[in-house]
């Protein structure tokens, strides 16, 4: 798919100024345009808090500092409403629609009537009280890592845990809406965790058809736009992914199309060469899933700009949708 985008300055001299920018589904080039008609028509609004060099990534990019869990960073340890567009009062942790706390609804007719979702909103809004439990080691394949992190925020304290759960629920009722069966890793109804080992085997267990990741990036201020992550072919210990690479792809390009056209968001101008789309081998949630799986993070807390998106309750429901899109066209074929 081609995607035309807004005029998101490259930071530094990484690539050409204003370049196209490329993923390899052309039938979505339509619906692209027309959610950079409609970032147009709303105008590029920046977000408020200072800009800040780095910050931990969701999901551990490279270049990208580990804040410590319980460490003295405002954004871990204190949920804010503040930034947010939902009046809610801030003592509010969650902003999504309400829906019941069982995540094994039963599904409504539609045509993902006996399809498996699986959705993992990244991280924890406890994790970072639970040090030693999320820094013990677990085996993802490849090598060892840590159990999960505590996740980025905005500058002004909008934490990447509570933005995941928020649009992983109005997710879920979106994909409810269409018949599917959608289970979640958690739903904020456990203190820390779950493991990324653990999370994939929720996955697994589930026979899901397709599992996403919801996360949103802390990189550097400048640093701006989407990107889906698609697992590595591997085969080593206890991973093995060649069987779900080429679907989770699939899964990882109809979701980076309709993610754009829904939320009028531009793919990432810092991963994936302007093709919204990268691939890790590093991942424990990917590299232990036996069913096609992707992440998505969907913006850089860090930057002013993508911070107003994310703090927006309207443009969480917008990324919603985009991913529900992405799935339900997966899953059709």
């Not at 999960?148 to 979106?174: C, I, K, P, Q």
């Not at 697992?231 to 080593?236: D, E, G, Y």
Request: net charge neutral.
């Amino acid at each position: 798919m081609s995607y035309v985008g807004p005029d998101f300055d490259p930071p530094g001299p990484r690539r050409s100024r204003r370049g196209p920018m490329t993923v390899a589904v052309a039938a979505l080039v339509p619906g692209a345009l027309v959610g950079w008609l409609v970032w147009q028509a709303v105008g590029d609004s920046g977000g408020g808090g200072s800009t800040s060099a780095t910050s931990t990534t969701s999901s551990g990019a490279p270049g990208a500092s580990s804040a410590a869990p319980g460490s003295a960073s405002a954004a871990a340890r204190t949920p804010s409403a503040s930034g947010t567009d939902d009046g809610k009062p801030p003592n509010s942790t969650f902003s999504g629609p309400a829906t019941p706390a069982t995540s094994d609804l039963p599904a409504a007719a539609g045509p993902l009537k006996g399809k498996v979702v699986v959705i993992d909103p990244g991280h924890n809004p406890g994790n970072f009280q639970h040090s030693a439990d999320i820094n013990r080691k677990v085996n993802i394949g490849t090598n060892w890592k840590e159990c999960d992190t505590t996740g980025t925020s905005t500058n002004a304290g909008y934490t990447e845990a509570r933005f995941t759960l928020d649009v992983a629920r109005r997710l879920r009722t979106l994909l409810q809406q269409e018949g599917a069966t959608v289970k979640f890793t958690q739903d904020g109804d456990r203190s820390w965790g779950p493991c990324v080992d653990e999370r994939a085997r929720i996955g697994n267990d589930a026979h899901a058809d397709a599992v996403v990741s919801i996360h949103a990036d802390g990189s550097a201020a400048g640093n701006r736009g989407f990107h889906v992550i698609l697992p590595a072919s591997i085969h080593s210990g206890g991973a093995d992914t060649r069987a779900i690479v080429a679907p989770s792809r699939d899964l990882g390009e109809r979701i980076a199309g309709n993610f754009v056209r829904d939320t009028g968001s531009a793919p990432s101008n810092y991963i994936g060469g302007g093709t919204g789309l990268d691939v890790r081998s590093d991942l424990g949630g990917l590299n232990l899933s036996t069913v096609p799986k992707v992440f998505i993070e969907c913006g850089n807390m860090r930057d002013s700009k993508d911070a107003a998106l994310l703090t927006s309750g309207a443009w969480r429901q917008k990324a919603a949708r985009g991913i529900s899109e992405g799935i339900v066209s997966f899953l059709r074929g």
